[in-house]
């Protein structure tokens, strides 16, 4: 038996619009339904700019540095948290654990949302979450209400790494993809950077709840930039495909794509993670330096991406991933000889720059070959990175406890060695999407 709703009767006052703005009903659609008792008005995309790829591109890459915001934010004002609310390592770790949650969740949901509803919405709805957190951090007391603020930076964050992917693979073709998302992945490093340097800068002067402050508005600019102008239209117009999204997470060259990404996600994560901890005590370092040596690892990876911008114009990008690989073994054996701050600087700047193609490239090849389901597609591959994230972190807790922290590096380059083999034994697949 066929479901009806009951009658609406809606009345429109008329609206006259001046001719300049006449783009603003073009994007209007409404929606007249068979049955006499109801009248569905829909309003999709209202946009005050014409479509411009440039403008869109900005848009991406400035969802791009939120997410580095979003990612690092919590690294950056943790200590002042736990002396401010008096934690113990336990309650420091709660916190911190609801991040990558949040990530995981966003990253979950993004793909199916951008795929049917398209960019607008996603972006807006992204940042707000992440700019609720950060104002949240920087507004309430309450631990309980922090750890809802957290959640929400995580959750908005992800959603925003994985729809500025999605997008700018959307606006590129085959040639400049690779390319063009090398370019995203440098505002990340600018987010990422960004962020500590300017609690370093003003911490003196103002307190972080301030800085916290500053940053929100910015981000509320960027919803309006966000309104402003005009997205790619969605790709699936009514319901979801579910049986296409089953059949793709099944596919061979989707499942090793996302599992290279495992094994990238993984290696890239316990260098953020664990690197401080292997270097305090091998060199004559304080705990600032310690960190600030790890700075030069996101260093490294912005750098390459800038030139990896134009590389990958004029290169194939099944050269690039192998060079970058052995760039990063290099520099890992350079670590593990690393002696002073100078000699673990530059290794760690040299790990950056040789694993700075994976997400770039495996996301380029993912954008080519599932192009009608770019967003479900890439959102699988990046759920897949984030729990090779969080396993290998967990792996090495035990590693690092049973064998030592020495073992670090090893472990770092047998990651890069699986994925060595893991694009050894699928060059075919590489080749056939080039």
């Not at 750890?147 to 693979?169: D, E, K, P, W, Y």
């Not at 800085?211 to 005009?230: D, E, S």
């Not at 117009?237 to 061979?252: C, D, T």
Request: hydrophobic share 50%; with cysteine.
């Amino acid at each position: 038996m066929q479901d009806y709703m009951a009658p609406v009767t809606w009345h429109l006052h008329p609206l006259t619009i001046a001719s300049r703005w006449d783009k603003i009903s073009k994007a209007c659609f409404i929606y007249v339904m068979a049955n006499e008792h109801l009248t569905l008005v829909k309003i999709n995309n209202f946009n005050f700019v014409k479509y411009n790829k440039t403008y869109v591109y900005v848009a991406a890459c400035i969802g791009m540095a939120f997410f580095g915001i979003a990612f690092i934010v919590m690294g950056s004002v943790l200590p002042t948290l736990t002396a401010e609310y008096s934690l113990d390592e336990v309650g420091s770790s709660s916190l911190v654990s609801l991040l990558p949650v949040g990530v995981l969740a966003g990253s979950l949901l993004f793909g199916v949302i951008v795929d049917r509803f398209g960019y607008k919405l996603l972006l807006i709805v992204s940042t707000l979450f992440t700019l609720s957190g950060i104002e949240g951090l920087s507004f309430f007391e309450n631990l309980n209400l922090l750890r809802i603020c957290i959640f929400l930076i995580g959750l908005g964050g992800g959603m925003l790494n994985g729809s500025t992917n999605a997008l700018v693979s959307d606006i590129s073709n085959d040639k400049e993809r690779g390319s063009m998302l090398s370019i995203l992945g440098v505002c990340y490093g600018i987010g990422a950077l960004g962020m500590p340097l300017l609690l370093g800068m003003f911490s003196r002067t103002y307190s972080y709840q301030i800085i916290l402050q500053g940053t929100g508005l910015c981000m509320m600019a960027a919803v309006l930039y966000f309104i402003l102008i005009n997205f790619p239209e969605p790709k699936i117009r009514q319901g979801f495909p579910v049986k296409e999204a089953v059949k793709l997470i099944k596919e061979p060259l989707i499942l090793f794509l996302s599992f290279f990404l495992f094994f990238q996600s993984g290696a890239e994560g316990l260098i953020n993670n664990w690197t401080t901890s292997y270097l305090d005590g091998r060199v004559a370092l304080n705990g600032k330096d310690v960190v600030l040596s790890l700075t030069f690892f996101v260093s490294g990876m912005a750098v390459s991406r800038l030139f990896l911008g134009y590389l990958l114009r004029i290169i194939k990008n099944e050269y690039v991933l192998p060079g970058g690989i052995i760039t990063a073994i290099i520099g890992i054996i350079m670590l593990n000889y690393a002696c002073n701050l100078r000699l673990a600087s530059i290794s760690l700047f040299i790990t950056g720059f040789g694993l700075a193609a994976g997400f770039p490239v495996i996301i380029s090849y993912i954008g080519t070959s599932y192009k009608n389901m770019s967003g479900t597609a890439i959102g699988f591959a990046m759920v897949i990175a984030l729990i090779g994230n969080t396993l290998m972190n967990y792996a090495m807790g035990f590693i690092s406890k049973t064998f030592g922290i020495s073992s670090f590096t090893l472990v770092i380059i047998i990651l890069l060695l699986i994925q060595s083999i893991i694009l050894f034994t699928n060059s075919k697949k590489i080749k056939n999407i080039n």
